[in-house]
């Protein structure tokens, strides 16, 4: 059964037309199992060890928008994106090295992991986009995205619409383009075609605007804090 489980993403990768909706229909089979779960916060430190050399200790990513601030995430969206990537239904040759079955086993380890994740407080210090953009990038956001991802960027629990405040600028930009080119195929089908008449200043308007939206305070870590369940272990 393990080795059906090891070798069954790698045999839907190479199908017909079909396999898009195998990946879909697998991904949403362990989003399902795992989203219902009680995720354990001290189990998932033990899984989030493989982590930390990329998105950080603290789980704050990088400023230039090569790893997202996974901090503060809502548990729903980590969990979905756990199980896209694992079934082959988001495209992510890096992670999905690290979300193997031999370190998240099943979905009970997913929802631990992501227990963890979305527990840690985020940096108040997310790199944000050009200011003079955000008051134009706030009207266009309040029109066309808040509905899905909140007023605040808070996004949406029971729909795992990813929250949007408080992400570092580069990868807000990067993925918005990703989604609209098409090569995020887990991407919400009613937001691709949304946003396929953005211009580009109308992208790094809005998002630079979400780069400055603040998630509430209590969610923020205070000036100086590092996390300390990994002491030694500090992005250069």
């Not at 009680?38 to 989030?48: D, H, L, S, V």
């Not at 896209?84 to 090295?97: E, S, W």
Request: proline share 8%; net charge neutral.
């Amino acid at each position: 059964m393990k080795r059906l489980a090891i070798l069954l993403p790698l045999l839907v990768a190479s199908l017909s037309p079909r396999a898009e909706s195998l990946r879909e229909f697998l991904a949403h089979e362990e989003f399902e199992a795992a989203v219902h779960l009680p995720g354990e916060a001290r189990r998932g430190k033990e899984i989030y060890t493989y982590c930390v050399a990329c998105h950080g200790p603290e789980g704050w990513g990088t400023v230039d928008g090569s790893y997202p601030q996974i901090a503060g995430q809502l548990p729903s969206v980590i969990i979905k994106q756990l199980a896209d990537i694992r079934a082959g239904n988001r495209d992510n040759p890096l992670m999905r090295a690290f979300t193997s079955r031999r370190i998240l086993s099943g979905p009970q380890e997913i929802a631990d992991v992501a227990a963890y994740i979305s527990a840690l407080r985020m940096t108040p210090y997310n790199a944000r986009g050009p200011q003079e953009l955000a008051p134009w990038g706030a009207e266009i956001y309040r029109r066309e995205c808040a509905e899905c991802h909140g007023e605040q960027g808070e996004g949406d629990s029971e729909e795992h619409v990813p929250a949007l405040a408080g992400q570092h600028y580069p990868y807000l930009v990067r993925q918005f383009e990703e989604i609209r080119a098409g090569r995020r195929r887990n991407a919400d089908r009613k937001m691709v075609r949304q946003i396929q008449r953005f211009s580009r200043e109308e992208v790094l308007a809005v998002m630079a605007y979400c780069a400055s939206l603040r998630p509430p305070p209590e969610r923020l870590a205070p000036a100086g804090w590092t996390n300390p369940d990994f002491p030694s272990r500090r992005l250069p």
